[in-house]
C-alpha cells in the first residue's frame, strides 16, 4: 500500500488549504484513516481522523476548523484547513490501518503571523 501527499505549503494566518492523501488500494478497505502532524521534538499527534466509513474524529485545537473528507472513487482522503493559526504550523502526514500501519511521506504546512 502506497500513500502520497500533496497540498501543503506557506500561508499566511487566517488562510486555507487543502491536503490530499491518495491510496494505491480501495479506500473501504481501510476500517480507519486518519490525518497526523508533528513538529520538532514532539510527537506526532493525531489531528482528524475516520472510524469505520462515517464517523470522524478531530482533536480540540481544530474543531470547527479543519474538515476531514474522503472520495471512494478517487481513493483519495482529504483535509480542508481553514482559518489557519501559526501554531498549526507542522509536518502533516496521513495514515491508514487495514490491520497494519501505512503512513504518508508527510507534507509542510507552514502558517505565518
Known amino acids: 500500500v502506497q500513500l502520497v501527499e500533496s497540498g501543503g505549503g506557506l500561508v499566511q494566518a487566517g488562510g486555507s488549504l487543502r491536503l490530499s492523501c491518495t491510496a494505491s488500494v480501495n479506500l473501504l478497505n481501510m476500517p480507519y484513516m486518519g490525518w497526523y502532524r508533528q513538529t520538532p521534538g514532539k510527537q506526532r499527534e493525531l489531528v482528524a481522523g475516520?472510524?469505520?466509513?462515517?464517523?470522524?474524529e478531530y482533536t480540540d485545537a481544530v474543531k470547527g476548523r479543519f474538515t476531514i473528507s474522503r472520495d471512494n472513487a478517487k481513493k483519495t482522503m482529504y483535509l480542508q484547513m481553514n482559518n489557519l493559526k501559526p501554531e498549526d504550523t507542522a509536518v502533516y502526514y496521513c495514515?491508514?490501518?487495514?490491520?497494519?500501519?501505512?503512513w504518508g511521506q508527510g507534507t509542510q504546512v507552514t502558517v505565518s503571523s
Open positions: 475516520f472510524i469505520g466509513a462515517i464517523r470522524r
Open positions: 495514515k491508514m490501518r487495514d490491520g497494519r500501519e501505512y
